[in-house]
């Protein structure tokens, strides 16, 4: 089960707690019964998950699966069968308060937007929230990657 919080930023003060950061592809395969097929290229690490669709008292939980796959099989996926372009990030890990935030500052056709996730073992885990942290979009749908493929940023 992934739960997360997501979270618009506040300011660029995040980037000196950074610890890493990672070019991120993705395409998306859409079906019609909520749940999502990604492939995701990380450096020359790819990837397939599925993701179902949302659940919890809170809206924050789905059931994810996600397994390594040959990258070559990954391009070739996102040439046949993706039905959006490509979104691109940097994906920056972020440690506070004994929790790890991801920072997904977009590139490409959603150039302009930043997002902060943080992974909860449970919809009513607590955390402190960084003094660079602002609205939480966490039940906002336009802000999930899946709808940033369909609907860029750019075009808000």
């Known amino acids: 089960i992934e739960i997360e919080h997501k979270f618009l930023l ?3 003060d995040w980037r000196n707690l950074a ?10 395969i859409f079906t019609h019964s909520g749940t999502t097929v990604r492939v995701r290229i990380v450096g020359s690490v790819a990837y397939l998950t599925l993701k179902g669709k949302v659940t919890g008292a809170k809206g924050l939980s789905r059931t994810e699966f996600e397994y390594e796959i040959p990258l070559e099989d990954a391009q070739v996926m ?7 372009p490509v979104v691109e ?6 440690p ?4 790890i935030w991801e920072v997904d500052d977009f590139i490409g056709d959603n150039k302009g937007l930043t997002v902060a996730e943080i992974e909860l073992t449970s ?5 402190e929230i960084p003094s660079w942290i602002g609205d939480c979009v ?3 749908d336009k802000y999930t990657n899946a709808s940033l493929a369909r609907n860029p940023f750019k075009n808000w």
């Open 10 to 12: 506040k300011n660029e």
């Open 19 to 28: 610890t890493d950061k990672k070019l991120y592809q993705q395409a998306y």
């Open 123 to 127: 919809e009513e885990e607590e955390f």
């Open 89 to 94: 990030k940097f994906r920056y890990h972020v």
């Open 138 to 140: 966490s039940i906002e």
């Open 96 to 99: 506070y308060a004994g929790k």
């Open 78 to 84: 996102i040439a046949e069968y993706a039905d959006s």
